[in-house]
């Protein structure tokens, strides 16, 4: 039993060794005139018009990629299908890529662009077949709901690669404080100071594979629901 409290109070020891070297270098950067004000904090976050910019161009180009595709030249809906994928990935991609963004925006631009692509289409064909806008049947409101959402799933698919990107930009704004708490754990569990840093690459690790897997899995759902009225699915 003392040879545990001996050990957790050398633990404590070494963590405020740690604590004190890291407030050092702290103190030495404002010492020298250097900024000690994140950089997180100077990323200026895109206003109201930027926002709904990147959903009204994407939306912009899936209405004429239709007109284009189906009224104008009256090719396979699978070309059009295909756009529709490949359009608002970019946007979402880039928009989040330069500065982070709130979630419930990103999720409110997701279902703004495709629910208003949908109806953009379903009433350009309207104008040019003399059809009704709104679907009829069951299964027309089936395949109007797996499209809207084929076309949203790819845009959240470029907002978590862009977030992705971000967060692989900014990296270094929280490494004070993953690095506190990967020496307290790692200490705790082998008190060895390269532990600490496995154990930080270890978690980098996960959260990239977490990132990929995330990513993968809305292309794959969005590509499913915008294509599997085609494939017989």
């Known amino acids: 039993?003392?040879?545990?409290?001996?050990k957790i109070k050398e633990?404590?020891?070494?963590?405020?060794?740690?604590?004190?070297?890291?407030?050092?270098?702290?103190?030495?950067?404002?010492?020298?005139?250097?900024?000690t004000q994140p950089v997180q904090s100077q990323v200026a976050e895109p206003t109201v018009f930027a926002l709904f910019a990147f959903c009204l161009l994407p939306l912009l180009l899936l209405l004429v990629a239709h007109g284009l595709i189906i009224v104008i030249f009256d090719l396979n809906t699978i070309y059009l299908r295909v756009v529709s994928l490949l359009v608002p990935l970019p946007f979402a991609l880039y928009l989040t890529a330069r500065a982070k963004q709130p979630v419930g925006w990103l999720a409110t631009l997701a279902a703004v662009l495709s629910v208003l692509a949908v109806l953009g289409m379903s009433a350009l064909t309207a104008v040019a077949d003399g059809t009704a806008i709104?679907?009829?049947?069951?299964?027309?409101?089936?395949?109007f709901a797996e499209y809207a959402a084929s076309i949203g799933l790819s845009y959240v698919s470029g907002a978590i690669i862009g977030s992705a990107l971000w967060s692989r930009q900014n990296a270094g704004l929280k490494l004070e404080q993953v690095r506190g708490l990967a020496l307290r754990i790692s200490q705790a569990l082998s008190s060895g100071r390269a532990s600490a840093e496995k154990l930080q690459a270890a978690a980098n690790d996960v959260k990239e594979i977490a990132t990929l897997?995330?990513?993968?899995?809305?292309?794959?759902?969005?590509?499913?629901?915008?294509?599997?009225?085609?494939?017989?699915?």
């Open 1 to 6: 039993m003392k040879s545990l409290l001996a």
């Open 134 to 143: 709104l679907p009829d049947s069951a299964r027309e409101w089936r395949e």
């Open 213 to 233: 897997l995330a990513a993968s899995g809305t292309t794959a759902a969005s590509a499913y629901m915008g294509l599997k009225g085609l494939v017989g699915g």
């Open 11 to 35: 633990l404590e020891a070494t963590v405020h060794k740690q604590e004190a070297l890291l407030a050092g270098h702290e103190t030495g950067i404002q010492t020298c005139g250097m900024p």
